[in-house]
């Protein structure tokens, strides 16, 4: 059986360094054309082609998306099925990866999508500084950032309107009666979490109120676990609150579970909203009430722009903030007109 060629192969065949063989075959701007015509030659005489990269050579491209997430299990491993259904409408294939919240592993796979020649790579970032990943695929693939951690305006980005949504969900509990709302939050800093604290800050001056915001200590390694520890602190901090928003639903998921371990019954005696729209929010044992996001309008306005900027690199960074909407179930309700749209001292059980 005949050996399969590697690019080990090439660089051996040709007494080139491993490196200078894969610049040559992904076309990196740091390689001479002698260089890069010779390993060329090499490939197509030895048939080196893994991945039709004979094809993507010839196009100086290929028929493929890069997904790169930061955490598969968010609702945008959800949206990741919207972006799918999109893309073979266009003729076009995702490849998915999952970073793990990982900056390294981020890196690796944005490295492992620019050698596999792809179209374009979506990403939702590990941090709020993308400096690198711009460095890295600047002029060579289009990128595009997806959600609210990279919103500069010299990048491509798809995201919705967290300051809009949270006046959604806000409102939405002041006009079942509510004035004393918490706000669970997590750790993470990003012009998304920015925006839902500076909304929730703005309506709870607007009614008079003080803000109540519980932020995650960053040591949780779970979304879910720290919306529950949260919730945790909260009830025995003796605040008297009778609503709470929490910036994602995994989190408000977690707030219900420690509300019910300590007698609080939702939405009787408290209400819970959360942000994002997963799937498990509409379960019936969970009933959540959510600001739902757009998937089938993000997924088709990153598909474009990557589509657009591949077909022309030089256009300017495009930006889409779209709307979500509040869809109501059973996990929020009227403030209990004994309790003064207020949770008693004596109803908040001491953890």
Not at 20 to 43: F, H, M, Q, R, W
Not at 56 to 78: C, H, I, M, P, Q
Not at 90 to 116: A, F
Request: with cysteine; hydrophobic share 40%.
């Amino acid at each position: 059986m005949r050996k399969p060629v590697t690019m080990r192969t090439l660089a051996k065949e040709l007494g080139l360094s491993l490196s200078a063989v894969s610049k040559a075959l992904n076309d990196y701007p740091d390689i001479g054309p002698e260089t890069k015509a010779l390993v060329l030659e090499k490939a197509a005489e030895l048939g080196y082609t893994p991945n039709n990269l004979a094809r993507s050579l010839a196009r100086k491209t290929s028929n493929f998306l890069g997904v790169v997430l930061r955490d598969v299990s968010s609702v945008y491993g959800e949206m990741f099925k919207s972006m799918s259904e999109v893309a073979r409408r266009d003729g076009l294939h995702l490849m998915l990866y999952d970073t793990d919240n990982d900056p390294e592993v981020e890196k690796w796979c944005i490295r492992n999508l620019m050698d596999s020649m792809a179209l374009g790579i979506v990403v939702t970032p590990v941090g709020e500084d993308v400096s690198y990943i711009e460095e890295m695929t600047r002029g060579r693939v289009p990128v595009v950032f997806l959600g609210g951690k990279a919103t500069d305006p010299s990048v491509n980005y798809v995201c919705s309107d967290s300051f809009a949504g949270t006046e959604m969900a806000v409102r939405h509990l002041i006009s079942l009666g509510h004035e004393r709302i918490a706000m669970i939050c997590d750790h993470k800093k990003s012009a998304s979490r920015s925006a839902k604290i500076a909304a929730y800050e703005g309506l709870m001056a607007e009614i008079g109120q003080k803000p109540r915001i519980f932020y995650g200590s960053g040591e949780e390694k779970d979304i879910m676990a720290s919306g529950y520890e949260q919730a945790r602190r909260m009830i025995a901090s003796g605040e008297e609150v009778s609503a709470v928003f929490a910036v994602k639903d995994k989190m408000a998921i977690g707030v219900i579970q420690a509300l019910r371990e300590a007698g609080v019954r939702v939405p009787e005696q408290m209400s819970v909203v959360g942000y994002d729209g997963i799937d498990a929010a509409a379960l019936p044992m969970v009933g959540l009430t959510s600001v739902t996001q757009p998937r089938m309008e993000m997924a088709e306005a990153v598909i474009d722009i990557l589509r657009r900027h591949a077909e022309n690199p030089d256009l300017p960074p495009e930006h889409v903030r779209v709307t979500p909407k509040l869809l109501t179930r059973t996990s929020s309700g009227a403030a209990a007109k004994a309790l003064n749209g207020h949770l008693p001292q004596k109803e908040l059980v001491k953890l």
